[in-house]
C-alpha cells in the first residue's frame, strides 16, 4: 500500500494507531490485527531499538498496512526510516534539520507543530498537513478551533493524551484529518500477545466518525 501525499495519511483511517513495541516479533502480528480491524496504517515509533526492524518486517510481511516510522529527531533516523521501508515519517517537532532531512526522503510526512508560529512557518514552506503534538497538553481541542479562522490552509493530525473517549471531540473540528492514538495497541495486549483485543480495538474506531 502507498499514498502519494500527507494530506491523503490525514484521510486514510479516523486514527493513526502510535505503536512503540520492545519486542521485534510483535510487529508483525500487531500490523496484521490492525489491517484484520480496518485501519489501514500503523505508526511504528523510532523509541526503541529494535523499531527499524520492526518497519523493516512488517513492510516485507505485511505489505497491504501502509506503515511509517513516528518520533522521527534526526536526519539519520530519517534516513534509516527510508532503507527500512517506512512508506511515510512523522516528526515531533519541527526544526528545520529534520524537516529538510524528511523532505529529502520524498516520502509524506506530518511535521510536528505546538504553536501558531510553527505552524505558519510549515504553511510557508508548502506544508498543509501536521502533526499537532502534545495535543492535550498544548491545548487540545479549544486550541485546535481557534487555528481555524487565521490558518484556514492547514489540517492537522492531533497526537498525545488522546483516548477513544475524546478523539471524536477531536474529528468533529473541520481543520482535523484524524488523530494518533496508543489506546490501539495497549501495552497489556502487546505484553500478553492478545492481538485480538488490537484488532477488536481496531473495529471500534469506525465508529468514531460516524
Known sequence: MTTNSADELLDLSPVIPVVVID????AVPVAEA????GVPLIELTLRTPVAI??????HK????????????????????????GA???????STESVVDACADTGLPFLPGVSTVTEAMRMAERGLTALKFF?????GGVD????????????RFCPTGGISADTAPDYLALPNVGCVGGSWLVPKYALS???????????????????
Open 23 to 26: 519486542d521485534v516479533e510483535h
Open 34 to 37: 490492525l489491517l484484520a480491524g
Open 53 to 58: 526492524e520492526g518497519i523493516q518486517r512488517i
Open 61 to 84: 510481511e505485511v505489505p497491504d498496512i501502509l506503515v511509517g516510522a513516528g518520533t522521527v529527531v534526526t536526519a539519520t533516523q530519517a534516513a534509516q526510516a527510508v532503507d527500512a
Open 87 to 93: 512508506s511515510f515519517l512523522v516528526t515531533p517537532g
Open 134 to 138: 502534545p495535543a492535550e497538553a498544548s
Open 143 to 154: 486550541y485546535l478551533k481557534s487555528l481555524g479562522g487565521p490558518l484556514p490552509g492547514l
Open 192 to 210: 500478553h500477545n492478545d492481538f485480538n483485543r488490537v484488532k477488536v480495538l481496531a473495529k471500534a474506531t469506525a465508529a468514531l466518525r460516524a
